[in-house]
């Protein structure tokens, strides 16, 4: 079956500029987590939503920083305001279960976000 | 806090060399400790993992062996290919906390 897929894969915007990011996961998983990777990298956790509900959101580094994903499928993650050190790639990975067995992440191939 | 540390690259090998990637960790309690792959132009892949102390993890002729004692899941194979170049990094989960963290990354160029 298909992957996680995120659109756009990539995106330049200017300084200040508002910009969503956009992740669909596997179908009937219900964990879906936002990452981000800096150049030279390891990815680091943003949010992770259980269902509906954003069930750790204490990597967000600001309030510019906001996501959802309202019927528990599809998730956005929104930044206002951009900055030019918010340019990095942003990962999205699913898993079936948050817990157990099927917690495996599934990582999509990521949206890389260049602000100018 | 939780954190990963992994061996800086770039790693460079011969094909059919001997590779080991070393990796320890910080963690409260006891973590699952992964290490990921991400191949050139591709997305993350798991390339094995280990729930519990003294498990071993391994795939694709890669092996990880979860050591609390000293706090270490080492990265090895035995033969490398040049299809192996790509960047490797380790992983945990633990505390409570479903969220992975990672390590930096190591690159591996494995040259014919």
């Known amino acids: 079956g298909a992957g996680v897929s995120q659109t756009p894969s990539n995106k330049v915007t200017e300084k200040g500029k508002y910009v969503e990011l956009r992740c669909d996961p596997i179908?009937?998983?219900?964990?879906l987590y936002w990452y981000r990777q800096s150049l030279g990298q390891g990815p680091e956790f943003l949010i992770y939503?259980?269902?509906?509900?954003?069930?750790?959101d204490s990597g967000l580094p600001n309030d510019r920083f906001f996501a959802v994903r309202p019927e528990g499928s599809v998730s956005t993650l929104k930044i206002q305001r951009t900055e030019r050190g918010d340019s990095a790639v942003y990962l999205c990975?699913?898993?079936?279960?948050?817990?157990?067995?099927?917690?495996?992440?599934?990582f999509g191939p990521g949206t890389r976000l260049t602000v100018l | 806090g939780n954190s990963v540390t992994q061996m800086e690259g770039p790693v460079t090998l011969s094909e059919e060399a001997f590779l080991t990637i070393n990796c320890t960790y910080t963690?409260?309690?006891?973590?699952?400790l992964f290490w990921y792959v991400q191949y050139p132009g591709e997305g993350l892949q798991l390339l094995l993992k280990?729930?519990?102390?003294?498990d071993k993890g391994s795939n694709k002729g890669f092996e990880a062996t979860y050591r609390k004692e000293t706090t270490s899941f080492h990265l090895e194979k035995g033969s490398v290919q040049v299809s192996d170049s790509a960047v490797y990094f380790c992983?945990?989960?633990?505390?409570?906390?479903?969220?992975?963290?990672f390590g930096a990354g190591t690159r591996l160029a494995v040259h014919p």
């Open positions: 963690a409260t309690g006891y973590p699952s």
């Open positions: 992983a945990l989960r633990g505390g409570g906390y479903n969220k992975l963290i």
């Open positions: 179908s009937g998983h219900t964990a």
């Open positions: 280990a729930t519990k102390a003294d």
């Open positions: 939503f259980q269902g509906t509900g954003a069930a750790d």
């Open positions: 990975a699913s898993s079936q279960q948050a817990t157990g067995i099927y917690n495996e992440q599934f």
